[in-house]
């Protein structure tokens, strides 16, 4: 099975920082990474697939980069409804696992 | 539009059966390449993928939780199903189904609200 170890678990940041997740999977998952967003007590949204891809309607704010077993999501220019958890999926194979999320909080 | 909505007991003793029904509109689960996930989390923590359906009911589950989950659909009514045997308290969480858009990649790209369950005597 693939891993997915994200770090860190969680980082304080002020509104206007950019501000960087890394997602390790322990294989090469050729780009098959998903980031979403999860807002405290909402659902996940789906903000970036295929490592780079910005869903539809996400703020060009986020961005991903990565290929084989590392992957990051960058967020520039902080905004307060940036403050959330972030989780990295593997879209590649069965069981598509989710990383343990970074909680980003308001410093 | 695109919606989909969790249904369950909301409490069960250990040992019972859980049964959640997911109950979505906006698309088929007869059209190619579409599939519909669950996905749970315990108050607190991260996400933990279940089991997923597909458009020609190819299912896949979570090894993790063996043989204790079983996913089904009915395409007519717009729903898809999951149930968990013999459940302790562990499985007291946040139960969430979602959407899954083609073939090459798996991501869930519309979830729904979510639906509480608790597991407790």
């Known amino acids: 099975d693939i891993q997915m170890t994200q770090s860190p678990t969680s980082l304080a940041a002020s509104v206007g920082e950019s501000v960087t997740i890394t997602c390790l999977a322990s294989?090469?998952?050729?780009?098959?990474l998903v980031w979403y967003q999860q807002k405290p007590g909402k659902s996940p949204q789906l903000l970036i697939y295929?490592?780079?891809i910005l869903e539809d309607g996400i703020p060009s704010r986020f961005s991903g980069s990565g290929s084989d077993t590392q992957y990051s999501l960058k967020i520039n220019s902080l905004q307060p409804e940036d403050f959330a958890s972030y989780y990295c999926?593997?879209?590649?194979?069965?069981?598509?696992?989710f990383g343990g999320g970074t909680k980003l909080e308001l410093k | 539009q695109v919606t989909l909505k969790e249904s369950g007991p909301g409490i069960l003793q250990p040992s019972q059966t859980l049964s959640l029904t997911c109950t979505f509109s906006?698309?088929?689960?007869?059209?190619?390449?579409?599939?519909v996930g669950w996905i749970r989390q315990p108050s607190g923590k991260g996400l933990e993928w279940l089991a997923n359906?597909?458009?020609?009911?190819?299912?896949y589950y979570n090894p993790s939780l063996k043989n204790r989950l079983t996913i089904s659909k009915d395409t007519s009514n717009n729903q898809a199903f999951l149930k968990i045997t013999n459940v302790d308290t562990a499985d007291t969480a946040t139960y969430y189904c979602?959407?899954?858009?083609?073939?090459?990649?798996?991501?869930?790209?519309?979830w729904g609200q979510g639906v509480m369950v608790t597991v407790s005597s």
């Open positions: 295929g490592a780079t």
């Open positions: 979602a959407r899954i858009e083609g073939t090459m990649m798996v991501l869930f790209d519309y």
């Open positions: 999926q593997n879209g590649l194979s069965t069981p598509w696992t």
């Open positions: 359906i597909w458009w020609d009911d190819d299912k």
């Open positions: 294989e090469d998952i050729y780009g098959s």
């Open positions: 906006g698309f088929s689960l007869s059209t190619y390449g579409m599939g």
